[in-house]
């Protein structure tokens, strides 16, 4: 391995923003985390949404009965809050555990680009990830609808803002979730472990304490009943909960923006430490 | 043998304290309080003496089985071995002259212990709160299962996830959609599918106890018997499996240090 | 022959990548350097002989057991890994305790001995603390005690004095010749090769997985000594001096450096060395400093790599 | 090139009971400056420290001009770092990591991937550079930790340890890559070891801490001139005998392995030559023994120098 002659003298080089630096974190997470089990249960998700909407829409158009509330059909399964969750840990356990992990975290600190930047990239790559699964699909389905000429316009219209509007809130929640629980720790396994164990004891836990003592505030303790009341709304459907859809989506948006900015806070404690 | 025994007690208690420290312990700890949190907010809503004990006890076949215990085992038993080959410090223990099987026991026993710490407060303190707020207290019979199957919920579970994480480099992955895929969505499907699961035979043995609630629709042809043996047999098959494997694994880095 | 560990072509792959290939050595009594540059087959080496990695090929025993066995005769036995991973949330004693416990010993026998093993790595007054808060420097002492407090008849060390700073290295470097006054075999890896002149004669020189010299290290020099030798004096009047040496037949170039050096290139070094005191007396010549790059392991190794590859 | 590279003005800084760096004042001009010190003298702290990754409990900093408390981003754009510690992501690619690296520092997508191939192929990477950074060998991980640090082409870079852990062929290589960096001229490089041997004809200038305080500061020459009244001698042949001449005629000798450490009156070394010739053995070292750079290290950690300052 000899020493090549120091053919080392590079030319001045421009420097972009600090936009473009974001950015270029954002597009590594991005593909980084389009791992074999992702594509696996976003292609699963794919497949099954849109075989339920095109089935049932079509029947439902013969029957004359078409409406946008046909198009809610897969938020009742459990399966569609399982499958945001999942997608949500593939993409966002290992966001920041990794690099903590590997401690490659202090490349990223070390360079002109602030700890903000460095979360908003990883924020953006769990967040699309969750859209791509939670809205692509249904998207999908509306447009294979429309193509048969199944269902008016608007209904077809409203039915995609539905889909929009659910996806959008989803992905907020978890991907402050997602990021709040990475940066705890440095190992993926014990952020992906808390985020299906906080998701689905909050779901059963406050389905049961309701159910007894009839109180329904506290069902905006979970977030997967506080998504499924935004499905029904966004869908017309009148759904077998009691809490209001609009408080429900102003809690997920804004609990997810507080367990992002707690993630920045968690972070910038850890102070890179010395010796 | 007595040199043996000695060596075992040793990793227990190593492996016993290695599973509860630091943050892991008290993530772990908050999540084991979470039934009894919910059986107190029942409780505060004053329901009748009769509904806060019964739904008290549904909270274990329905939250405290299928979710808590899953996450302590998976936190606790999958790490064992997976955190130690990752790190490279399982060596300290197999270059020694500790029998290699000797080792899988006492890591399995060390984390189970660890695990029943959290597992049996969890299952157990929600009654007491349910009883201590008004609650009709319960026949001896109910925390006794529960207490019963929570252990075998352990042991099962707990072997299975310590044998994923010493052959597999994703233990994670796959502890993670067994845990909450398989057991949960399996249980669901018409026909023998759900004899596939653990909990289809642990939430048999609770039925012989708890009639009411969410077992009162569970068809118990399973006999007492086989419920109990299917996942004490999982439990130990994944031990007895996971000696032989590491009596024969590599337990070094693949790759040349220099 | 059977030494204290015993390698007959032993070979051992990882995919593509060779980790030994055909190792053949020997290593008898006392401490024997194991010589040779990253990724040479060190590390295999030593994993093959804790046990922790299964050989390809050969035969590969320690105090006549084969390496990839476990049991009873692993007692006799002690390992020090490479890589700095330990059990960090432990304390010193802790941890050399639980593992001699792990190897067998009573409770009051394996406090005993790791308060012993600790001092002697003088990790006394840091014992109590956690293992996560130690220096480099002492990671590699508690490291050590690990190994010896069991009181292994054969102790391997894979790099022990890697990372150390000057204070550690020289202190550690006395306690493994005190071990070896002891009584106990070392095997001693390390690309530091100045270190392991210090430490011992017998070394053995691996690279690309293979034995390229093996014997006593004055065996070695005298290979070094076969070749031309590149020798630097420093002497307040080189003019003199060269018109000495220059008389000399073995004496091929002189070179003049500066006002007070001169380089001189010679076909026989052992002649060369042999009449210089003799030169100096006789002449009241005064000479200040002598210095080859030639005359230490790097050299030898250079020479005997360039020369396997 | 800037002349005021970084200064330090009485900065302190603790970690809990522990205090790493203890009213550390320096100003240093460009060049190629050596931090030396053992493990723990709080030479990364003080690279952190310039690098706004940390903060001082008391004192102020600049680097290139800024405060890095203040504008740690003007100063990051102009700093490299190639850190002590593993921190490469192991599932990328030799260059795909660089490249990515260099994105990251602000270069655009095209101008950072053949930039990486540059960098790699200076720090001989070049067949490499494909492979996955989870099968680099150590030596290799060292050369492209320094290769992420120089891609974007930095002013000024920090190198935290860039020879531990490698061998004395890889040591030489990253020695001479270092050399061969500073002689490209316009940049500058702090380089933290704790060999001081590594700092001998690379660096101007040298800083020695010691838990924490800074001993001496100044050229190596300097330094080392100051302190060399213990002499090394490595013979062939009957060393023992060799020995008990030099003690017959009254020297003090401290054998140390091989090394015969040996104080001479007045730095007269003819005893030497005398006692080998008398007793038939060949001086093949005689000199200022390697370790004495160490141990004039050793000898500062004990008596510091007085007035050692900038």
Same mark, same amino acid.
């Not at chain 1, 399982?82 to 490659?104: F, P, Q």
């Not at chain 1, 059963?204 to 935004?230: C, Q, R, W």
């Given at each position: 391995m000899?020493?090549s ?30 791992g ?8 699963? !998700? ?6 339920? &909407? ?6 439902a ?14 938020f ?6 399982l ?23 202090v ?8 700890l ?18 939670a ?10 609808l ?13 039915a ?8 959008v809130l ?6 402050g ?6 940066? *705890? ?16 004891s909050?779901?059963?836990?406050v389905?049961?304490v ?18 499924t ?7 017309h459907?009148?759904?077998p909960?009691?809490?209001?859809p609009?408080?429900? !989506?102003?809690?997920?948006?804004v ?14 404690q850890?102070e890179?430490?010395?010796? | ?9 040793a ?16 993530g772990l700890?908050?999540f ?10 029942i ?13 008290a006890?549904?909270?274990? !076949? ?14 606790l038993?999958?790490g ?9 410090t ?11 099987? +000797? ?6 026993l ?6 029943l710490?959290?597992?049996i407060p969890?299952?157990?303190i929600?009654?007491a ?6 609650g009709?207290?319960?026949p001896i ?5 529960? +207490? ?11 072997g ?15 502890g993670l ?16 599918v759900p004899?596939?699961t653990?909990?289809f ?9 708890l ?18 043996a299917?996942?004490? /047999?999982?439990?130990v ?22 | ?6 390698a007959?072509?032993?070979t ?10 055909g ?11 194991l010589?040779?540059p ?15 990695l ?5 035969t590969? +025993?320690?105090?006549g057991?084969p ?5 009873e ?9 490479e890589g ?6 432990m ?5 050399v ?14 406090i005993e001995r790791?308060?012993r093993?600790?001092?002697s ?10 293992i996560? &808060? ?16 069991h ?27 005190q071990?070896?006054?002891?009584g ?7 690309? &530091?090769l100045?270190?392991?002149? @210090? ?9 690309n ?16 000594d076969? @070749? ?7 002497s307040p ?8 040496l ?12 500066g006002?007070?050096?001169l ?17 100096v ?9 002598v ?11 250079r ?7 | ?6 200064r330090t003005?009485?900065?302190t800084?603790?970690?809990?009971p522990?205090e790493a ?15 030396? /010190? ?23 900093l ?11 981003l ?5 700093v ?8 490469l992501?192991p599932g990328?690619?030799?260059?795909g ?5 260099? +994105? ?5 997508r ?9 960098? *790699?192929e200076?720090?001989?990477l070049?067949?490499q550079?494909y492979?996955?950074? @989870?099968?680099y060998s ?10 992420q ?7 000024l ?15 030489e ?16 490089f702090?380089?933290?070891t ?22 001496a ?9 100051t @302190? ?14 060799? &020995?008990?001449?030099l ?9 140390i ?16 030559f ?17 370790n ?19």
């Amino acid at each position: 391995m000899s020493i090549s002659s120091p053919r080392y003298t590079a030319p001045s080089v421009e420097r972009l923003g600090r936009a473009s630096r974001t950015l270029a974190v954002l597009r590594h997470e991005l593909l980084s985390r389009a791992g074999l089990g992702t594509l696996l249960v976003v292609a699963l !998700a794919y497949i099954a949404v849109t075989l339920i &909407v095109v089935f049932d829409a079509d029947f439902a158009s013969a029957a004359g009965q078409l409406s946008v509330s046909t198009y809610e059909a897969p938020f009742q399964s459990p399966l569609w809050a399982l499958v945001i969750l999942i997608v949500a840990t593939a993409a966002g356990a290992g966001s920041v555990a990794e690099d903590r992990g590997s401690r490659s975290i202090v490349l990223y600190l070390s360079r002109p680009i602030h700890l903000s930047d460095y979360l908003s990239a990883k924020a953006g790559s769990i967040g699309s990830w969750i859209l791509i699964a939670a809205v692509g699909p249904g998207l999908v389905a509306v447009g294979i609808l429309a193509a048969l000429g199944v269902g008016s316009a608007t209904v077809n219209l409203s039915a995609a803002a539905g889909f929009v509007a659910t996806g959008v809130l989803a992905a907020l929640f978890f991907t402050g979730l997602a990021l709040a629980l990475s940066s *705890l720790t440095d190992r993926a396994l014990y952020a992906g472990v808390a985020m299906f164990g906080l998701v689905l004891s909050l779901d059963i836990g406050v389905g049961v304490v309701s159910g007894i003592t009839g109180n329904s505030t506290v069902l905006y303790a979970s977030p997967v009943t506080d998504l499924t009341s935004v499905a029904e709304a966004a869908f017309h459907v009148a759904g077998p909960y009691p809490t209001d859809p609009v408080s429900s !989506a102003v809690l997920l948006a804004v609990v997810g923006g507080l367990l992002a900015v707690a993630a920045y806070w968690q972070l910038s404690q850890v102070e890179v430490v010395g010796e | 043998m007595s040199g043996e025994l000695n060596r075992l007690l040793a990793l227990i208690w190593l492996s016993f304290r290695g599973s509860l420290r630091g943050s892991r312990a008290v993530g772990l700890t908050g999540f084991a309080l979470v039934p009894s949190l919910i059986v107190a907010a029942i409780a505060s809503g004053h329901p009748a003496a009769a509904s806060l004990s019964s739904t008290a006890e549904n909270l274990f !076949a329905l939250l405290t089985l299928p979710i808590v215990v899953m996450v302590i085992l998976l936190v606790l038993s999958v790490g064992q071995f997976r955190n130690e080959i990752d790190a490279e410090t399982l060596v300290y223990l197999s270059d020694r002259s500790v029998a290699r099987p +000797t080792i899988v026991v006492g890591k399995y026993l060390g984390s189970l212990g660890a695990a029943l710490g959290l597992v049996i407060p969890a299952t157990l303190i929600p009654l007491a709160v349910a009883t201590l707020a008004g609650g009709t207290p319960y026949p001896i019979g109910v925390p006794a299962t529960m +207490t019963a199957v929570a252990v075998l919920a352990a042991a099962a579970y707990g072997g299975f996830f310590l044998f994923l994480g010493l052959v597999s480099r994703s233990a994670l992955l796959i502890g993670l959609l067994f845990g909450f895929l398989w057991e949960e969505l399996l249980p669901l499907l018409p026909g023998d599918v759900p004899r596939f699961t653990v909990i289809f035979y642990l939430r048999s043995l609770l039925s012989w106890e708890l009639s009411t609630g969410p077992l009162s629709h569970f068809s118990t042809v399973v006999s007492f018997g086989a419920s109990v043996a299917a996942p004490l /047999g999982l439990g130990v098959a994944s031990v007895v499996l996971g000696g032989i494997v590491l009596r024969y694994l590599e337990t070094a880095p693949e790759r040349e240090a220099g | 022959m059977t030494g204290i560990v015993d390698a007959e072509g032993v070979t051992k792959r990882y995919g593509e990548v060779l980790g030994l290939n055909g190792f053949t050595a020997t290593f008898s009594s006392g401490i024997t350097g194991l010589v040779g540059p990253n990724g040479a087959g060190k590390s295999t080496f030593f994993r093959l002989l804790a046990g922790q990695l299964r050989s390809d090929a050969g035969t590969l +025993t320690l105090l006549g057991h084969p390496a990839w066995g476990q049991g009873e005769f692993r007692r006799r036995v002690g390992y020090c890994p490479e890589g700095a991973a330990m059990f960090d949330w432990m304390t010193g004693e802790d941890f050399v305790t639980t593992l001699l416990r792990i190897d067998g010993f009573s409770r009051t026998d394996a406090i005993e001995r790791a308060g012993r093993a600790i001092s002697s790595v003088g990790l006394t007054d840091a014992r109590e603390r956690r293992i996560r &808060v130690y220096s480099k420097g002492m990671r590699q002492r508690i490291k050590l005690a690990q190994c010896i407090a069991h009181d292994p008849e054969l102790i391997l060390l894979d790099e022990p004095l890697n990372g150390v700073d000057p204070v550690g290295r020289a202190s550690l470097s006395a306690l493994l010749r005190q071990l070896s006054h002891d009584g106990h075999h070392l095997i001693v890896s390390s690309h &530091v090769l100045y270190e392991v002149e @210090r430490l011992t004669d017998q070394i053995v020189m691996i690279s690309n997985g293979r034995t390229i010299a093996e014997g006593d290290i004055h065996r070695i020099r005298d290979l070094i000594d076969a @070749r031309p030798h590149v020798i630097e004096l420093e002497s307040p009047d080189p003019r003199g001096l060269a018109r000495f040496l220059g008389s000399w037949d073995h004496v091929v170039s002189i070179e003049f450096l500066g006002t007070a050096r001169l380089r001189v290139l010679t076909r026989s070094p052992d002649a060369f060395y042999a009449a210089l005191p003799e030169l100096v007396v006789s002449e009241g010549i005064t000479v200040r400093a002598v210095h080859s790059a030639d005359d230490n392991l790097d050299a030898v190794f250079r020479y005997l790599s360039e020369g396997m590859r | 090139m800037v002349a005021d590279l970084f200064r330090t003005e009485a900065v302190t800084k603790r970690f809990g009971p522990v205090e790493a760096l203890t009213n550390l004042s320096v100003d240093l001009g460009a060049g190629t400056i050596g931090l030396v /010190g053992p493990n723990g003298s709080g030479k990364t702290t003080l690279i952190r420290l310039l690098l706004g990754l940390v903060q001082p409990t008391t004192g102020r900093l600049s680097v290139l001009g800024h405060d890095p408390q203040t504008e740690p981003l003007r100063v990051r754009e102009q700093v490299g770092y190639m850190p002590e510690h593993d921190c490469l992501i192991p599932g990328m690619s030799g260059v795909g990591f660089v490249a990515y690296m260099g +994105t990251v520092s602000g270069l655009p997508r095209e101008t950072a991937i053949s930039r990486a191939h540059d960098v *790699l192929e200076f720090v001989g990477l070049a067949e490499q550079r494909y492979r996955k950074i @989870r099968e680099y060998s150590v030596g290799m991980r060292q050369r492209i930790k320094l290769a992420q640090a120089i891609v974007h082409d930095p002013p000024l870079c920090f190198l935290d340890e860039p020879t531990s852990g490698l061998d004395p062929k890889g040591r030489e290589e990253m020695l001479g890559l270092l050399a061969a960096l500073s002689k490209t001229g316009g940049r500058s490089f702090v380089i933290s070891t704790h060999l001081l041997p590594d700092t001998e004809g690379l660096v101007d200038q040298v800083l020695l801490l010691s838990a924490g305080k800074l001993l001496a500061a100044g050229p190596v020459e300097r330094l080392l001139s100051t @302190r060399s009244a213990e002499t090394v001698v490595r013979v062939k042949g009957d060393s023992a005998a060799f &020995v008990a001449a030099l003690i017959s005629k009254g020297l003090e000798v401290r054998p140390i392995g091989s090394d015969l450490h040996v104080v001479l009156p007045a730095g007269d070394t003819r005893p030497v030559f005398q006692a080998a010739s008398d007793t038939q053995t060949q001086v093949r070292y005689l000199g200022r023994s390697v370790n004495t750079i160490e141990e004039l290290f050793l000898s500062l950690v004990e008596a510091p120098l007085q007035g050692a300052g900038a």
